[in-house]
């Protein structure tokens, strides 16, 4: 998405956002290519990058994708509880299990993920950035 952000704000208002032109792909390949970059460097260069990425999850993905479905769905549809047939008192009963279940995952996940993180500066399991250290930890 960065790439594409970027391609299309250099690009805006040419001929070469949408035609098959050298500067059109080297913007695109140029684009890739530096958020990769920087991307890759980021990624390795903060310690603890893969907990840090596991708070995010634990954070937004119930967020952005369980917890608000299940209650536009029981939003739009809670009308017919009484009337509804089964099924769509099972769907609102599935909704509501959805939602209960993405509440489960932002918090407990939530609290695993920021306990991997206090546990790994605790032991000192973190290192320097761009540390030469031994972290296969087969040592």
Known sequence: MAAKY?????????RHISSNTARHWATWIGSIL???????LVSSGIPI???LASLIGA???????LLPISLMWIRENYHMRATGSFSTRFQ???AA?????????????TYGAI???KAAFDVGLTSKPWG??????SV
């Open 59 to 65: 954070f937004f993905g119930p967020i952005v994708s």
């Open 97 to 109: 299990m959805i939602f209960v279940f993405g509440s489960f995952i932002l918090v407990a996940g």
């Open 34 to 40: 530096g958020v990769t970059s920087i991307a890759y």
């Open 92 to 94: 609102l009963g599935w």
């Open 115 to 117: 306990s991997d993180i």
């Open 6 to 14: 970027i391609f299309v704000r250099m690009l805006r208002g040419t």
């Open 49 to 51: 990058f893969s907990s």
């Open 132 to 137: 030469c250290g031994d972290n296969s930890n």
